[in-house]
Nanobody, 117 residues
Framework: QVQLVESGGGLVQAGGSLRLSCAAS????????MGWYRQAPGKQRELVAT???????NYADSVKGRFTISRDNAKNTVYLQMNSLKPEDTAVYYC???????????WGQGTQVTVSS
């Protein structure tokens, strides 16, 4: 399986920026998707952004134009650059790894992002 370790969360004022990182280790195969999801208190976990091993990206409408996902395949690390942060971006952000074949997935432990108004 794959282990994921996130870093980079914290407290920031509205309009500020944060960069999240997620390092993967273990049984990493060449064809996979890595991504970020978030869960706010009392809400379901939701997609933020994903990126494939060939750097194809997908974003939630709520973060388009403000967040950028990227990855370094050599380091097995995915990043989430978050700009123009809003209080509604406050949530626990989780890193996700989905392997194409064999099919399996892994989650990180989560990192708190808090945006104050």
């Amino acid at each position: 399986q794959v282990q994921l370790v996130e870093s980079g969360g914290g407290l920031v004022q509205a309009g500020g920026s944060l960069r999240l990182s997620c390092a993967a280790s273990g049984s990493i195969f060449s064809i996979n998707v890595m991504g970020w999801y978030r869960q706010a208190p009392g809400k379901q976990r939701e997609l933020v952004a994903t990126i494939t091993n060939v750097h194809s990206t997908n974003y939630a409408d709520s973060v388009k134009g403000r967040f950028t996902i990227s990855r370094d395949n050599a380091k097995n690390t995915v990043y989430l650059q978050m700009n123009s942060l809003k209080p509604e971006d406050t949530a626990v952000y989780y890193c996700n790894y989905e392997n194409y074949y064999p099919k399996f997935g892994s989650w990180g432990q989560g990192t708190q992002v808090t945006v104050s108004s």
